[in-house]
């Protein structure tokens, strides 16, 4: 990465207990950073954008500086100051997937980027400077689109109020619901699940449940009124954490190898029993009244990872079977070997003929993005990705040692966890799992 162009203050008396970006003049940045630090807030600023070659490289760093604080990643925020008010609003649109809440000081030259932070909670201020569109017409704009999370307020621009505001949201509580097609919903929680509602004539299913905090089911009924059954496509925390809202729940009996201490840990206060559980299969059919979904083996990030494939909407949801767009996590307590994979993937290849039109949806769709919504990244599934994750599986058991390899860590294990990828396809692997 080149050198660094931010500047990064941190509380002085406070651990860090969140982080903002903050785009503002030298001047107005000397007015709102004393306020952020009393709140606990890294704070890192861009006071000349013409330092920066564009807006992915300038949000690689940001990110970078506040994982470097160990800035809780569900509070990150945004601060437009009134002289860069048409960069706060171009983030603002395109990273809402990242950002938890933002304060802007005025409008901005062009619309068309403002309106993907449809799902952002935004609160704008009119400001000094004029721009083409005034910051009372970009919010119309967005709550004209259906958003219900921004605000024009006539008021002083980042009072105590205004900050308080801010400080409380989080993107453990929201949610974006997208309508795909008739009888099918996308649900992203926070910055990085995504789980799916199919409806039936009669009756609906929903395909894992995120981990945000609260209930999910009422959000599911909002969107429809049929009964409401769950299907798992494997039983991690970020994909099954509510559970328990749900009397009907399809899940493959494997799973139940998983290390219990290993999901409790993932959800404490979750009751999990497998033997409650209707269990699964490959071949089997849930049917919804009009609506088939059939079900695929798809082991190897666990024993028993399952495909949902809807075959009314040309459509399968694979969960974490073959990573989301930016690889396959091997790391973690009960996942199976390499070779485990190899032939789970080749097993679905199988299917490629039948499916060859079909789109893909996985567990965390922001990961076709390479975790961010804009950039150059765009590797979404498919079924080219898992002809290269043969290969890479292939060159790991050879140990072939042309692999891309970079070693780091993750909470969960202690061995050295490596990263390798070839073309399309990428994993996250522990030595002890290349067999």
Known sequence: MSEKKLTVILPREKAVSSATLVFASEAEAAEILPKLTEQGSAAAVVSDPEKWRDIPSMMEEVLTVFGEQAADFTRLYLIGGNSLSELAWTVAGAYSRVLAGCC?????????????AKFLPIRAYAGEKQERFSAQQLIRSLRTIGSEWADFVEEEFLSSDALTWLFSQTKETQYEVHWLKPGLWSIEAGAIESFYLIEGEEKALLVDTGMNQGPVLPLVRSLTKLPVELALTHAHGDHMLHVDEFDKVYCSPREGQLPME??????????????KYI???EGDVIDLGGVKVEVLAAYGHTPGSVVFVDHAHRCLFSGDAFGSGTGVLMAIPGTMNVSDLLESVKHFLTYQEALKDYIWYGGHRCQEFGEQKHGEYYNPLCFEVLEDFVVL????LNHDETLFCE????????????TVSYQKAAMWVVKSKIC
């Open 104 to 116: 802007i000081d005025g409008g901005a030259e062009h619309l068309v980027p403002v309106r993907d």
């Open 262 to 275: 290993f999901l409790h840990a993932m959800m404490p206060g979750v009751s999990i029993d497998f033997t």
């Open 279 to 281: 269990p699964v299969e």
């Open 393 to 396: 599986c292939e060159k790991l």
């Open 407 to 418: 070693p780091g860590t993750n909470s969960w294990v202690t061995e050295t966890v490596y």
